[in-house]
């Protein structure tokens, strides 16, 4: 039996999170003969809860450690004082129970898709890369599984750190050209594109009568937005009108289309918290446009993954913000706008679609450039059906591509074991 431990992961209340954790478990279920997956869990229940038949296809969720106070505290003094990040290096120390559950593992995965970057802050950045240099330390072979990584160009300082922790994995594969291309460019070799193991994952099909709008007109426009586009706008006053913005397009959609529009949340917090909420934020949106009407609607909280892709494919066009439920939908045949906020969303649609023409920039939203977009989707629906018609079983296979480097990593460990051992 082969055993991994899953880093950068530790909830499934981001349903992009719990896709690249069902679909890693299923390559790596169709690649090794047993397996067992080690996934860090706030609340075991909740994400079990999310994924019953989880422990069938070997995912064990074992506590999750909390983001170290020593990090937390070198974060809080280099966010007031920066250049102190050259002088004090960040670093924890790991719990020996931590420690012990990684010493028995025959790999770390590093997932999260981009926990390697800025994004999230970098206090998040280095609680994961420092585990995955102590793992490597205990000679542990780590990871970093289908990644979008950085760039981290706009710190300098943090670039030095992140070059050094690169040279750390035993492998890496990224799934957009542009962190390939960046990697490189800082001299890290060993570094295989791929594709996002969610282009794998399966629709579950269930009864979708009592989610989708009662009148369907000539198709669904699936819509989500999230809270994060409104750090994009300088003031409260410029968020608040940015969800004017919003409300305003979807509005037009109802009177100038026959369309209809299901608002299709990706992110909730399974606790029922409202921090980082899909369908907090734009129930509140749906409220000023009167509520739920005949053709419009908004998808319950409480859908998995799974249930959230084959609700994507039942729409006619797409248009989101989160990363993930892009990729379901597009991963579905559906027609798709992303509303990027980084190098993901980007350099994803540019490899998939050779351009950006289907991207929209976050800090460029507005109802005039949704309405193009949806405009741009309506002209070119039959030629983007036929291209992901063509392109997405091809990417199906490349997202393999991660097992593939995860095979010749455990095997060059085994023959330098049996050689040790001679």
């Not at 994803?348 to 949806?374: A, C, G, I, M």
Request: aromatic share 8%.
């Amino acid at each position: 039996m082969r055993r991994f431990y899953l880093a950068g992961q530790n909830n499934f209340g981001n349903r992009g999170c719990e896709a690249l954790v069902r679909s890693t478990v299923s390559l790596l279920e169709s690649s090794f003969d047993s397996i067992e997956v080690l996934t860090p869990a706030i609340s075991k229940e909740l994400d079990q809860a999310q994924w019953p038949e989880s422990s069938i296809h070997g995912l064990k969720f074992i506590p999750t450690f909390e983001l170290p106070n020593r990090l937390l505290w070198w974060n809080r003094l280099a966010s007031r004082v920066p250049w102190v990040k050259s002088l004090i290096r960040p670093n924890y120390e790991l719990d020996r129970d931590v420690k012990s559950i990684i010493e028995s593992c025959d790999g770390v995965l590093m997932t999260g898709g981009d926990v390697i970057s800025l994004e999230y802050g970098l206090a998040s950045l280095f609680w994961w890369s420092i585990l995955a240099d102590k793992a490597a330390s205990m000679q542990v072979p780590v990871v970093l599984w289908a990644a979008s990584v950085g760039p981290f160009s706009s710190d300098p300082v943090v670039e030095n750190y992140m070059r050094e922790h690169l040279r750390h994995y035993s492998a890496i594969t990224v799934r957009e050209t542009e962190s390939l291309a960046y990697l490189q460019g800082l001299g890290i070799e060993n570094v295989t594109l791929v594709a996002d193991p969610a282009f794998v994952l399966k629709p579950q099909p269930f009864d979708v009568s009592g989610i989708l709008p009662v009148e369907l007109g000539t198709g669904i426009l699936g819509f989500n937005v999230s809270p994060l586009i409104a750090k994009f706008r300088e003031s409260d006053e410029d968020a608040k009108q940015l969800e004017q913005e919003v409300n305003n397009f979807i509005q037009d959609v109802l009177e100038k289309t026959s369309l209809s529009v299901l608002l299709v949340p990706h992110v909730d917090p399974l606790d029922g918290a409202a921090k980082n909420s899909d369908s907090v934020y734009m129930s509140k949106l749906l409220a000023q446009l009167g509520g739920e009407g005949g053709r419009l609607k908004i998808a319950p909280a409480t859908l998995n993954a799974t249930q959230i892709k084959f609700l994507l494919s039942q729409c006619r066009y797409f248009i989101g913000a989160r990363t993930h439920a892009t990729i379901g939908a597009l991963s579905t045949g559906v027609p798709t706008i992303s509303i990027a906020y980084s190098v993901k969303a980007k350099g994803l649609n540019k490899d998939l679609f050779d351009h950006t023409r289907y991207v929209l920039e976050t800090p460029e939203v507005s109802r005039q450039t949704l309405w193009d977009s949806l405009e741009t989707l309506q002209a070119d629906e039959d030629a983007i059906r036929t291209l992901l018609a063509e392109r997405i079983p091809l990417w199906r296979e490349r997202a393999k591509g991660s097992v593939e480097v995860l095979q010749k990593v455990l095997a060059a460990k085994d023959n330098a074991a049996g050689r040790f051992k001679k």
